[in-house]
């Protein structure tokens, strides 16, 4: 029971120091670059050699207490690790980025002053020769990545294939990915393809030329029909302002006046003179009805004449006695 219980504690310590160290193996460097002035720029604003370390896994693993070396005298098996440790810059405590998510990346400054911060390491390259450069564990003793980087010339970068691979390539200026992912641009760039594949320029003023017509096509069609709506705005207007409601009543009163004089002559004839026949009819009904009421007067057919003295002559003896 006791061997039992033995082995199973040996398992259970165990375990987590495998998978820590599996964890471990996927902390890589991943992009170098050894000469840098017109790259990446530091928080003062210089431009330093850098090295990218990348989280492969998905898993986090913090990688504070790691060291970062450049000086191939640590591979000597026969230096004590405080020997070992002292060529070599530690990745300090108490910095959180140093906290690698699953598949991140983070930059650290090299050639530079640990005093300006926890990203910047005394690590030494030479910025116009090959340089090694390899990764620690926080025990100083075990190797977790190396790379032997080749001169290159300024603001080029040493980079993996794609994140993790065995493959390395060295990246351009404007291929170089620091803090990011990297990506295969490095046989030919776009600026280098155009000027292959259009030598004179021709394609490219064609291009823009294109592009410039055809916007002043769309503005043309789009300020045609604005003036077309805006015109028929102003028709509604000016019809609205004319009291389309009276007039279309009186239009429709004098349509019907018209129809039904209309119908009247076309049933009874020219004789009618577009009166309606029912008012004939009202007429002589109402002249039969005051005939038998007797309500006219009973002519005799004898014109009396009844003489009034209007004294309108009287003046004539006044006037005529003055003759006498």
Not at 122 to 148: C, E, F, H, R, T
Not at 276 to 304: C, F, N, P, R, W
Request: charged content about 20%.
């Amino acid at each position: 029971m006791n061997k039992f219980g033995l082995l199973l504690s040996a398992l259970l310590v165990a375990s987590p120091m495998a998978m820590h160290a599996q964890i471990e193996k996927s902390i890589k460097i991943n992009e170098v670059m050894t000469s840098n002035s017109a790259s990446l720029q530091d928080e003062y604003g210089q431009n330093e050699a850098w090295i990218e370390i990348a989280n492969v896994s998905h898993t986090t693993y913090n990688i504070r207490g790691m060291y970062i070396t450049t000086d191939r005298s640590v591979l000597d098996q026969t230096l004590s690790v405080p020997e070992r440790v002292s060529k070599m810059s530690i990745i300090p405590n108490g910095e959180p980025r140093t906290s690698l998510s699953a598949r991140q990346h983070l930059v650290f400054f090299l050639n530079s002053n640990p005093a300006k911060g926890a990203l910047h390491l005394s690590a030494k390259v030479d910025s116009v020769k090959p340089v090694w450069i390899a990764l620690y564990n926080g025990n100083g003793v075990d190797l977790i990545d190396s790379v032997s980087v080749p001169a290159m010339a300024a603001n080029q970068s040493y980079a993996r294939h794609s994140d993790g691979s065995a493959k390395w390539d060295v990246k351009p200026f404007d291929a170089v990915t620091p803090g990011i992912s990297n990506y295969i641009t490095v046989e030919e760039t776009k600026i280098a393809k155009l000027k292959r594949e259009d030598p004179h320029g021709f394609g490219i003023t064609v291009m823009a030329m294109g592009i410039v017509f055809f916007c002043l096509f769309l503005l043309f069609v789009f300020f045609t029909f604005f003036g077309m709506f805006m015109r028929h705005q102003n028709t509604v207007k000016k019809v609205g302002n004319i009291q389309p409601l009276k007039a279309g009543v009186k239009t429709v009163e004098k349509t019907i006046e018209v129809a039904n004089k209309t119908s009247t002559l076309l049933q009874d004839g020219l004789k009618l003179r577009g009166i309606d026949k029912e008012v004939y009819i009202a007429v002589i009904s109402m002249a039969l009805k005051q005939y038998q009421d007797d309500v006219h007067d009973v002519e005799s057919g004898i014109i009396t004449i009844k003489p009034k003295n209007t004294d309108w002559n009287q003046e004539l003896p006044q006037m005529t006695q003055f003759h006498e």
